[in-house]
């Protein structure tokens, strides 16, 4: 889940605390090593991009690219995860530095045994979510969740009833300079 690296419209939360030229290019140069760092034979990584005009624009070539859709954070999630046919899908922010191949491979293990693996983040929210091969998502799915509030994770976990949900790793996605680890902060 990607979001087109522009002036105030992208980290918002974070330009308040490093200036939006800085979280800018925070994002830009976050969105380009994560790319290099997850590129890996054993899945296939397709952008979800926002604004939906921005699907052809900005992106590495080479790379599949969906738009978003319209709706709030859980309907834009929920279509992506019903939109693959074949296989488990995860999905992730494009918000956290410290993810590694051996993260999204252990939310793809996961889905072996559980219908929808979380990987949690400190703050109450979560970096990846992910649901088995078949797994029918309800049409509740992922509605009336407290998005950015430490209720997220929980919210959303109820929206899936009767589910078996795996955690994952913890890491933590960058909302606002607290979150940045200081060497990334300045361009």
Same mark, same amino acid.
Request: net charge positive; hydrophobic share 40%.
């Given at each position: 889940?990607?979001?087109?690296?522009?002036?105030?419209?992208?980290?918002?939360?974070?330009?308040?605390? +490093?200036?939006?030229?800085?979280?800018?290019?925070?994002?830009?140069?976050?969105?380009?090593?994560? =790319?290099?760092?997850?590129?890996?034979?054993?899945?296939?990584?397709?952008?979800?991009?926002?604004?939906? %005009?921005?699907?052809?624009?900005?992106?590495?070539?080479? =790379?599949?690219?969906?738009?978003?859709?319209?709706?709030?954070?859980?309907?834009?999630?929920?279509?992506?995860?019903?939109?693959?046919?074949?296989?488990?899908?995860?999905?992730?922010?494009?918000? +956290?530095?410290?993810?590694?191949?051996?993260? +999204?491979?252990?939310?793809? %293990?996961?889905?072996?045994?559980?219908?929808?693996?979380?990987?949690?983040?400190?703050?109450?929210?979560?970096?990846?979510?992910?649901?088995?091969?078949?797994?029918? =998502?309800?049409?509740?799915?992922?509605?009336?969740?407290?998005?950015?509030?430490?209720?997220?994770?929980?919210?959303?976990?109820?929206?899936?009833?009767?589910?078996?949900?795996?955690?994952?790793?913890?890491?933590?996605?960058?909302?606002?300079?607290?979150? =940045?680890?200081?060497?990334?902060?300045?361009?």
């Amino acid at each position: 889940m990607v979001k087109a690296p522009r002036a105030g419209r992208v980290k918002t939360r974070l330009a308040r605390g +490093i200036g939006t030229v800085a979280a800018v290019w925070w994002y830009r140069h976050q969105v380009a090593g994560l =790319l290099r760092r997850l590129r890996d034979p054993r899945w296939r990584i397709v952008l979800a991009v926002s604004p939906d %005009r921005a699907v052809d624009r900005t992106w590495p070539k080479g =790379l599949g690219r969906v738009s978003q859709g319209r709706g709030d954070l859980g309907d834009r999630m929920r279509r992506q995860l019903r939109s693959v046919s074949e296989g488990a899908v995860v999905l992730i922010g494009s918000d +956290i530095p410290g993810v590694k191949p051996a993260h +999204i491979s252990r939310a793809f %293990r996961a889905l072996g045994s559980a219908d929808v693996v979380f990987g949690p983040a400190p703050d109450g929210g979560y970096w990846l979510v992910g649901v088995r091969r078949g797994c029918a =998502l309800a049409t509740g799915a992922m509605r009336g969740v407290r998005w950015s509030t430490p209720y997220a994770l929980a919210d959303t976990c109820a929206t899936f009833p009767g589910m078996r949900i795996t955690l994952v790793d913890t890491l933590t996605d960058v909302d606002t300079a607290a979150d =940045l680890p200081q060497r990334q902060i300045t361009p």
